[in-house]
């Protein structure tokens, strides 16, 4: 069965604090993505990985990084958390695009609140 | 990033009745997929449609992936309480996954 694992399912950290959000995949997926999902904004794209120690920027990178040193591990890094940064935390993997049929799996999400 | 336009936003339904919900785009995808996001989770694929034109049904659920490419919609019959739910699509082109906003149904006993 299909698994995507994010480590910590609720934190609550305090402004300037430096938090990691962890995620495995068991799927030997290429592709990892991080996404934040916010009411009324839906999923935005942070960071993706295509390969070990690969990252592409999405559309919301400002004050996130993203560390990928094994294929099936890939983390998100808030360097100094702020306020504006709580949100629901999606981690998500799949094959290579040029492969046929693709499909994107989601982890359980993380819910990140900054004091 | 882009986003899908999916239709109606929020559905209020007497269980048992029918419900249909679609995402539309401007652009042609290779994959069109379906998910329920339940509250305080994160999204479960209920749908992968990969051929234009594709009919897949998984239960009371039944999608189509449009002729067009373009667009795809969810049925599900005869609603149940545990239908209650956020339903979005996805579409994928090459390594990247653009998805609707979100359909969020309630289901009246």
């Known amino acids: 069965d299909v698994k995507v694992t994010q480590s910590s399912r609720y934190l609550v950290k305090r402004t300037g604090e430096k938090v990691f959000l962890e995620c495995v995949q068991d799927?030997?997926?290429?592709?990892m993505f991080w996404y934040r999902q916010d009411p009324g904004l839906g999923l935005r794209l942070i960071y993706f990985?295509?390969?070990?120690?690969?990252?592409e920027k999405g559309d919301i990178p400002e004050g996130y990084s993203v560390s990928r040193e094994k294929k099936e591990r890939f983390s998100l890094i808030l360097e100094s958390a702020s306020t504006n940064q709580t949100s629901m935390y999606l981690c998500?993997?799949?094959?290579?695009?040029?492969?046929?049929?693709?499909?994107?799996?989601f982890g359980e999400g993380s819910w990140l609140t900054v004091v | 990033g882009q986003q899908l336009n999916q239709s109606p936003q929020s559905m209020f339904i007497q269980e048992g009745e029918d419900v249909s919900m679609n995402c539309t785009s401007s652009?042609?995808?290779?994959?069109w997929l379906w998910y329920k996001q339940d509250p305080g989770e994160g999204p479960v694929l209920l749908i992968a449609?990969?051929?234009?034109?594709e009919l897949t049904s998984n239960g009371r659920l039944t999608a189509q992936f449009g002729i067009t490419r373009k667009d795809s919609f969810l049925n599900i019959s005869a609603s149940i309480p545990s239908d209650v739910g956020i339903y979005f699509c996805?579409?994928?082109?090459?390594?990247?996954?653009?998805f609707g906003t979100g359909t969020s149904l309630t289901v009246i006993p």
């Open positions: 998500a993997s799949s094959f290579p695009g040029w492969s046929s049929g693709n499909t994107i799996y």
């Open positions: 799927m030997d997926h290429e592709n």
């Open positions: 990985s295509y390969d070990v120690k690969m990252k």
């Open positions: 652009s042609i995808f290779n994959t």
């Open positions: 449609l990969y051929k234009a034109g």
């Open positions: 996805a579409a994928n082109t090459g390594n990247q996954f653009y």
